[in-house]
């Protein structure tokens, strides 16, 4: 009789797996926060953070090039020692410019969780009201899983109920 207990044990288990995928739900967290107006309006500053500081890489990069390409038509009429010091001096601003793109991804990518987080937090107190007023008892993050049945996908009613306030509560 002991031999079987095992064998019972994971029959029980099995048999109550179908109640549960019965109160399972997704959410597309990434989705409902790009969709929300404050997900929208955080986009759109972190947007306007980029665009300048992309632009002002962009600048620093075309000067990059019109020096490089001023190097290269007078580097056959200049001394060794010359083209030496302006080819080191080149390499060096290279050298910071991608510093400096490092540090702006750092920091933008800094910015973007700086303002991103506390919006997540507001987003998953409203995905629990909304589990809980559907009676759900799961929540998985639509990314993952292969497939879910399009009734059983939460993300636009909490999108909505984000947007009516629901993050306030």
Same mark, same amino acid.
């Given at each position: 009789m002991?031999?079987?207990?095992p064998?019972a044990l994971?029959?029980?288990?099995l048999?109550?797996?179908p109640?549960?995928a019965d109160?399972?739900?997704?959410?597309?967290?990434q989705?409902?926060l790009?969709?929300?107006e404050?997900?929208?309006r955080?986009?759109?500053a972190l947007?306007k953070?980029?665009d300048?500081?992309?632009?002002?890489?962009n600048?620093r990069?075309a000067?990059?090039?019109?020096?490089?390409?001023?190097?290269?038509k007078t580097a056959?009429s200049?001394?060794p020692e010359q083209?030496r010091?302006?080819a080191?001096?080149?390499q060096k601003?290279l050298? @910071? #410019?991608?510093? !400096?793109?490092?540090?702006?991804?750092?920091e933008? *990518?800094?910015?973007? %969780?700086?303002?991103?987080d506390?919006l997540?937090d507001?987003?998953?107190?409203?995905?629990?009201?909304?589990?809980?007023?559907?009676?759900v008892d799961?929540?998985?993050d639509?990314?993952?899983v292969?497939?879910v049945?399009? @009734? #059983?996908?939460? !993300?636009?009613?909490a999108?909505?109920a984000?947007? *009516?306030?629901?993050a %306030?509560?």
């Open positions: 002991l031999k079987h207990a064998l994971a029959a029980m288990m048999a109550t797996v109640a549960l109160r399972v739900a997704v959410v597309d967290r989705r409902a790009a969709q929300t404050d997900g929208l955080t986009q759109a947007k953070m980029f300048a500081k992309q632009q002002e890489l600048r990069q000067d990059l090039g019109k020096q490089q390409e001023e190097f290269e056959k200049l001394p083209l010091k302006k080191e001096e080149l601003q050298m @910071e #410019l991608q510093q !400096t793109f490092v540090a702006y991804n750092g933008l *990518e800094k910015k973007r %969780k700086e303002m991103t506390p997540l507001k987003l998953d107190a409203v995905i629990k009201r909304v589990a809980q007023a559907e009676g799961v929540v998985v639509r990314q993952a292969a497939y049945k399009p @009734e #059983l996908d939460l !993300t636009d009613r999108i909505k984000y947007n *009516e306030g629901g %306030k509560k």
